[in-house]
């Protein structure tokens, strides 16, 4: 199993249910996408960006297909119009 973690720290944090919109829309794209869960950041809690995408694949692989996939590029194409930041973590879980 892959975990695929990508944090955004948006030019404008308004746009941050937009962007869980568009992230949202990718759920179960590929086969061997196990997790696909999109947190916004909440007022009153601590937080260094403004929204998180936290995934877990099946395989490399997976993760592989997922990446290239044409909807999944049409999405990352619209929230880099609207990211300062992103960071991205991929371990083995």
């Known amino acids: 199993m892959l975990r695929h ?3 955004w720290t948006l ?3 308004e746009d941050a249910a937009k ?4 992230l949202d ?19 009153g809690l601590e937080a260094n ?4 995408l936290v995934s877990t694949f099946e ?10 996939h044409p909807h999944h590029q049409g999405v990352v194409a619209q929230i880099r119009e609207m990211a300062a930041t992103r960071h991205v ?5």
């Open 5 to 7: 973690i990508v944090m």
């Open 11 to 13: 030019k404008r944090p």
């Open 19 to 22: 962007v869980k919109a568009l």
């Open 25 to 43: 829309s990718c759920k179960g794209l590929v086969p061997g996408m196990h997790e696909f869960d999109v947190g916004i950041k909440t007022e």
């Open 49 to 52: 960006c403004d929204v998180v």
């Open 59 to 68: 395989s490399k692989d997976a993760l592989a297909a997922y990446i290239p």
């Open 89 to 93: 973590v991929d371990y083995n879980v």
